[in-house]
């Protein structure tokens, strides 16, 4: 009885097609190289396997070809959108028969290094945009990357004589990828290895180390409080008016937000909150300055961008809920005020936050 490998013979061309693909955001790699803080993990896995020796006989068969397997992976973030990983996995076995008797099985088990390619993520939308601040530097959310690698593969049988043609395979697979903060990552994948197997799994794995902090802005603003005015948020506002920064006693309770790390998005308490404050606000001509702030993670220039996307949050708000633009100004601080120290996770929970200033009414401008 002889079994031997199905091996295909494109693996030469296909391999070179697919590591091409892979290597093409490694261009854009680059632009951000320096705030990526490269991080090892470990990870496991299981899943279900099919296996398809090829016979040099009909009168052997291949009686069932699934199996549970099981893989454990060593790897590298190199980049925001490469990482390498070492793999070794038991692929189970193939059920072989002879003229429709029990004949044996044989063993699969693979080893050896892949390279992964991320193109998409949730937070940070398609890697080739190169604007991403969040996702994929942190590993987090939802990503698509794809599997290129090469290894080997062991076969090993009691009962069943076989012949493997090329020991050496190509490996091909994708997969999605969930990132929590805490380097905890969940993964469901297809991975072929050449013609002969292909592997179905889902794991988790462990990064270990700091995870990157937001890269700054290809044009950050300088290191001062930005003002803005909603009314032209698309050009840098002039210095406000000294009248403007005569904040008035504040008879009205104003909520102070809070936020998520690297985060601009309202809660619904915070909406509720808000809610209320506009109802009170409908009721007189004040002005609102809504002031944004930061913790002090990450790059100073891109915590201020983050406080100014903070209070124009708020201000789009109430805004939106029936308070005039024109009575609205925004202003970031970043990490330059904080509300507590930095040095806990509550500290700079309370510092992620905006708070809203009450200014004196805009004079009438008389008619020429």
Do not use: C, W
Not at 12 to 20: D, G, M
Not at 134 to 151: A, M, P
């Amino acid at each position: 009885m002889n079994f031997k490998q199905n091996r295909s013979g494109i693996v030469v061309s296909a391999s070179s097609a697919a590591f091409a693909l892979l290597l093409g955001p490694a261009h854009f790699a680059t632009v951000h190289a320096d705030n990526f803080n490269k991080r090892a993990y470990v990870g496991i896995g299981v899943g279900v396997t099919e296996v398809d020796p090829e016979s040099s006989t009909t009168a052997l068969a291949v009686s069932d070809d699934s199996d549970v397997g099981a893989h454990l992976a060593l790897g590298y973030d190199i980049s925001r959108f490469l990482t390498v990983e070492g793999y070794i996995a038991t692929l189970g076995t193939a059920e072989v028969e002879f003229l429709g008797t029990d004949a044996g099985s044989i063993d699969y088990t693979v080893y050896g290094v892949s390279l992964l390619g991320y193109f998409f993520n949730s937070q940070s939308g398609l890697t080739f945009g190169d604007d991403d601040v969040t996702g994929l530097y942190r590993r987090e959310g939802v990503s698509l990357y794809g599997r290129f690698g090469i290894g080997h593969l062991e076969n090993d049988s009691e009962r069943v004589d076989f012949r493997r043609d090329n020991p050496n395979h190509a490996v091909f697979g994708l997969g999605l990828e969930y990132g929590f903060s805490n380097g905890i990552a969940l993964r469901a994948e297809a991975t072929a290895f050449d013609t002969d197997a292909k592997y179905f799994s889902v794991g988790i794995l462990k990064r270990f180390g700091d995870a990157s902090a937001a890269p700054s802005l290809a044009a950050a603003a300088p290191l001062i409080p930005t003002v803005a005015v909603l009314a032209e948020p698309e050009k840098p506002a002039a210095a406000l008016p000294e009248a403007v920064e005569r904040k008035l006693f504040n008879p009205i309770q104003s909520p102070e937000s809070y936020f998520a790390v690297n985060s601009s998005d309202l809660t619904p308490e915070t909406m509720r909150e808000l809610d209320e404050y506009v109802v009170l606000m409908q009721g007189n001509s004040l002005r609102m300055q809504v002031e944004g702030h930061t913790d002090s993670d990450g790059l100073e220039a891109y915590n201020l961008g983050l406080s100014v996307r903070r209070a124009e949050a708020v201000a789009d708000y109430i805004v939106g809920e029936g308070i005039a633009r024109n009575r609205v100004t925004i202003i970031g601080y970043g990490e330059a005020r904080p509300a507590s120290n930095n040095d806990s996770e509550e500290g700079r929970a309370l510092n992620r936050r905006t708070e809203i200033e009450l200014l004196s009414p805009a004079e009438p401008q008389a008619s020429l």
